[in-house]
């Protein structure tokens, strides 16, 4: 019975949450469905820690998103994203997907604390990169190439600045402290040290954000518009379809978050092993 009650009290959790954003324009349809679905998986098979995790990403990041909208420069680097705005469906399992799938490695195997490391890491490494791209996108310093050092267009793949940098730590750092704080909330996982839980957090969640930023300079495909000669990530660009001039098209925008993710849940789950 307690099983179903959660699984209750987690549908409508989420559906509240998901109506919610989906009123004020952070997720599209298919997007607030992803959520309800993934919310009510967290909730039904980890609680508090876990849900409040993904809570705490999904709510500071669509605050800094309404930020920037109501204080950027009329033109920005948006118009060449792969996607901006609205979080649809794939986004919404590209961010936390990886993590639902910790949440039920933990549910299974409880007495490891490596669970919640990786998660932690994986819910860290998402929030700096929107963090660090949203509220980078506000730098007046055009970024540098995480390549070359050579200063390149705003909005180009695997272009950082100071700002950018130093949002992804604080986005890495806020999770870990959202973490750590949880720790006391009913059916936390045991075994882990809220301290090496912020470290993990900060230090992976920020390396995965700068391994997005590598992958999108490397391996994301990318795109000429046959028209305005924009370089952008979008398949299509000005009604046509766009001349792809680097990377993998499997390698979507979506597929490079989940990558670093991964990347930055492995560094957190050796950090954890480490501490532990």
């Not at 792809?244 to 492995?266: E, H, K, P, Y």
Request: proline share 2%; with cysteine.
């Amino acid at each position: 019975m307690e099983l179903w009650l959660r699984a209750a009290a987690g549908l409508l959790g989420s559906g509240l949450i998901a109506g919610a954003a989906y009123r004020v324009r952070s997720l599209s349809r298919s997007g607030a469905w992803a959520a309800v679905i993934m919310g009510t998986g967290f909730v039904l098979l980890g609680g508090s820690f876990w849900f409040g995790s993904l809570l705490a990403f999904f709510i500071s990041s669509s605050m800094w998103s309404k930020w920037k909208r109501r204080h950027a420069r009329k033109e920005t680097a948006e118009a060449n994203y792969a996607k901006s705005g609205r979080r649809d469906a794939v986004q919404v399992w590209a961010n936390g997907g990886l993590g639902l799938l910790l949440c039920a490695g933990h549910a299974l195997q409880p007495d490891s604390a490596a669970w919640a490391y990786a998660f932690i890491g994986v819910m860290a490494s998402v929030n700096a990169d929107t963090w660090a791209t949203e509220i980078g996108a506000l730098s007046r310093r055009l970024p540098r190439s995480l390549l070359t050092g050579r200063r390149v267009a705003a909005g180009t793949s695997g272009g950082i600045t100071p700002l950018g940098s130093a949002a992804a730590l604080a986005g890495a750092a806020f999770i870990g402290a959202a973490a750590a704080l949880l720790l006391g909330a009913p059916l936390a996982p045991a075994g882990v040290s809220p301290g090496a839980l912020l470290a993990a957090a900060a230090i992976a969640g920020t390396a995965g954000a700068f391994a997005d930023s590598l992958l999108g300079a490397t391996v994301q495909a990318m795109y000429r518009c046959r028209s305005c000669g924009s370089e952008t990530e979008r398949a299509e660009h000005c009604g046509a379809a766009a001349e792809r001039i680097r990377g993998f098209a499997v390698m979507t925008n979506d597929a490079v978050n989940f990558a670093s993710s991964a990347i930055a849940g492995l560094l957190a789950w050796a950090i954890g092993c480490a501490f532990s």
